[in-house]
């Protein structure tokens, strides 16, 4: 079995919340929400994840912080084990040191629990989240679900910005990032769910493809 050039999806876990906590007009009964992350082996920019899913870091290690606690405890997280980054890639004969690069869309737990996991990597995120992060005191941080501890220690020298890459316009989107310089991935903004959030463009055999997540939860 062998990873493709366009991303697949994996779930590695859920959050159970009530519905109207997510749907304008939802009702009160929970619903399970997926967190998923995408893996994919690019050509130049090789083994390449999309976000990281929850992981051990943020749900069960007893050694998470306080508020790391409580917000899993709130949101109800539970892992899926065979989703887990490890776990995934080995069924592709691959391992976490083999991963290339992570994209970040945002950076919410949910989003970048595994980064200390991929010693190998560099990290394309929005300078905009991480400025935002930066600035707003740490207990700020972990009432949006944000939490500097979950960053390795050398992340900023690991780091790219999006805004560095290329502009360019792609089936009449604008303003998009070129994030390996050949078109095969785009970063499409999406400011709002967090001030630098984006999701991705790209082509597949069944056609062009815009991935949001989290602008839409159900």
Request: aromatic share 8%; with cysteine.
């Amino acid at each position: 079995m062998r990873l493709d050039q366009t991303p697949r999806f994996v779930t590695s876990g859920w959050v159970e919340v009530p519905e109207a906590a997510v749907l304008r007009g939802g009702s009160w009964r929970t619903r399970r929400l997926p967190v998923r992350y995408g893996l994919l082996d690019h050509p130049v920019a090789g083994l390449t994840l999309i976000d990281t899913g929850y992981t051990p870091h943020t749900v069960t290690d007893p050694g998470r912080s306080l508020s790391m606690k409580i917000n899993s405890a709130l949101l109800r997280a539970k892992l899926s084990p065979e989703g887990q980054p490890e776990a995934v890639l080995a069924r592709f004969g691959r391992g976490l040191s083999d991963v290339a690069c992570v994209i970040l869309t945002h950076f919410h737990a949910d989003h970048v629990s595994g980064l200390r996991l991929f010693e190998n990597a560099r990290f394309i995120g929005a300078r905009a989240d991480l400025e935002v992060m930066g600035r707003r005191a740490r207990w700020r941080n972990a009432a949006q679900g944000m939490f500097d501890a979950l960053l390795p220690t050398d992340f900023h020298e690991r780091f790219e910005p999006i805004e560095a890459c290329a502009q360019v316009d792609r089936a009449r989107l604008s303003g998009l990032r070129d994030l390996f310089g050949d078109g095969s991935l785009c970063a499409v903004p999406l400011p709002g769910h967090t001030q630098g959030h984006f999701g991705l463009f790209y082509h597949t055999a069944g056609g062009p493809v815009l991935y949001g997540c989290d602008a839409q939860y159900v």
